[in-house]
């Protein structure tokens, strides 16, 4: 079984915080996304990964950086978090393009 | 970029009637179109995907049918089940492209 894990299941931060959320796949796949998951608006892509220190901004980049330093971590960065940050975040696996997403359990983040 | 529109948002049936939720996308280098169903409190996962050299791909209760021309596919759910109600995905990619979703259809089966 494919294993995605992400670091934090909640997680509370004060505006202006440096966050970091973490990501984990256990099946050396080469493709990692982060998305974030707000009522209404499904599924938005935030930045993607094709391989060690590639990345590819998505659709809302604004406000995120990310960084992949070895193959089965992904790391999602707010440089200055803010309340429209607030979220769940979810972290997805792909063995190629164009393949089934597994994803991880998800991060709710809340910025106060 | 690609961008998929997905309807309806919400959908209620009785237990047993069908359920078909529509989606469209805007890329036409799209090749690959998979649905994710999303239970309460879950992470998404895979129910079924469709290739672009294929018109409909079947498994058991679910199916879903590509229309390439018209840039359409949609998934089809027949004999609902309470154990359906989820917030069911679409979403599409291409050579080289990310996987974009859409906003999600929230169905609600009734028994």
């Known amino acids: 079984d494919v294993k995605v894990t992400q670091s934090s299941r909640y997680l509370v931060k004060r505006t202006g915080e440096k966050v970091f959320l973490e990501c984990v796949q256990d099946m050396d796949h080469e493709n990692m996304f982060w998305y974030r998951q707000d009522p209404g608006l499904g599924l938005r892509l935030i930045y993607f990964s094709y391989d060690v220190k590639m990345k590819e901004k998505g659709d809302i980049p604004e406000g995120y950086s990310v960084s992949r330093e070895k193959k089965e971590r992904f790391s999602l960065i707010l440089e200055s978090a803010s309340t429209n940050q607030t979220s769940m975040y979810l972290c997805a696996s792909l063995p190629g393009l164009n393949t089934e997403a597994f994803f991880g359990q998800g991060t709710r983040l809340t910025v106060v | 970029g690609e961008n998929v529109e997905q309807h309806p948002s919400t959908l209620s049936v009785q237990e047993g009637d069908s359920a078909v939720i529509k989606c469209t996308y805007s890329d036409s280098a799209s090749n690959y179109f998979p649905w994710y169903k999303q239970e309460l409190g879950k992470r998404p996962q895979l129910i079924i995907d469709?290739?672009?050299?294929?018109g409909e791909k079947k498994d058991q209760r679910i199916a879903v049918t590509l229309n390439k021309t018209a840039k359409h596919f949609s998934l089809h759910i027949t004999e609902t089940q309470p154990e359906d109600s989820a917030v069911y995905f679409c979403?599409?990619?291409?050579?080289?492209?990310?996987?974009?979703f859409g906003k999600g259809t929230t169905l609600s089966v009734s028994s």
């Open positions: 979403a599409a990619s291409g050579a080289g492209t990310a996987l974009i």
């Open positions: 469709i290739r672009s050299n294929v």
